[in-house]
């Protein structure tokens, strides 16, 4: 889209969601702003239109995506949250989620949304890598689990407690017994 054709489409979008504040051209206006780089423009004409509509998934996957660039990755994770409460079944909700677990190394969390999105999109080559890191990720922390178990596996050596005053002494090693 030229920037000509984008500037026509803002006006047009502006002007419907003045006219009606309730309508869902709040969306495709904030994603225009995104688009021309208006981020946070984006943001608030996002965060108006769910105080009007709480419940439209795809507002909250746009603001997910606006805060993530923003660099705001615990309010995406939040806005994606909601998403999968909205709409169980949402892919970009579900990757989203996933990525952010496995890139916080909470491996439980990521397989349960990147498994979830794998069975919604087979191919996704995102969802796919994200997997394969995973699944290496899963195969080393089981590893260190072994390592960690084994140690503690080996019996301590209890330390000999000094002989008290007065205690005989033990005998040394190939002395012959006392008569």
Avoid at 60 to 84: F, K, M, P, S
Avoid at 134 to 141: K, S, T, Y
Avoid at 151 to 174: I, K, L
């Amino acid at each position: 889209m030229t920037s000509g054709a984008a500037i026509a489409d803002l006006q047009r979008l502006s002007e419907e969601v003045a006219r009606d504040p309730g309508s869902s051209s709040f969306l495709p206006l904030a994603e225009a702003y995104r688009r021309l780089g208006k981020t946070q423009a984006a943001l608030r004409v996002c965060l108006r239109g769910l105080e009007r509509s709480p419940g439209h998934v795809g507002a909250h996957l746009l603001l997910a995506r606006l805060y993530l660039e923003l660099g705001d990755r615990e309010r995406a994770a939040d806005e994606w949250a909601v998403a999968v409460k909205l709409d169980p079944e949402n892919f970009d909700a579900h990757r989203g989620l996933g990525f952010y677990h496995l890139e916080r190394g909470e491996l439980s969390s990521a397989s349960r949304h990147l498994e979830r999105a794998a069975r919604a999109r087979p191919a996704d080559p995102a969802v796919r890598e994200a997997l394969n890191v995973l699944r290496r990720r899963q195969a080393r922390e089981a590893a260190r689990a072994k390592l960690r178990v084994a140690d503690t596996a080996v019996a301590p050596v209890e330390p000999v407690a000094p002989a008290s005053p007065g205690a005989a002494a033990a005998p040394e090693v190939g002395a012959a017994p006392a008569q």
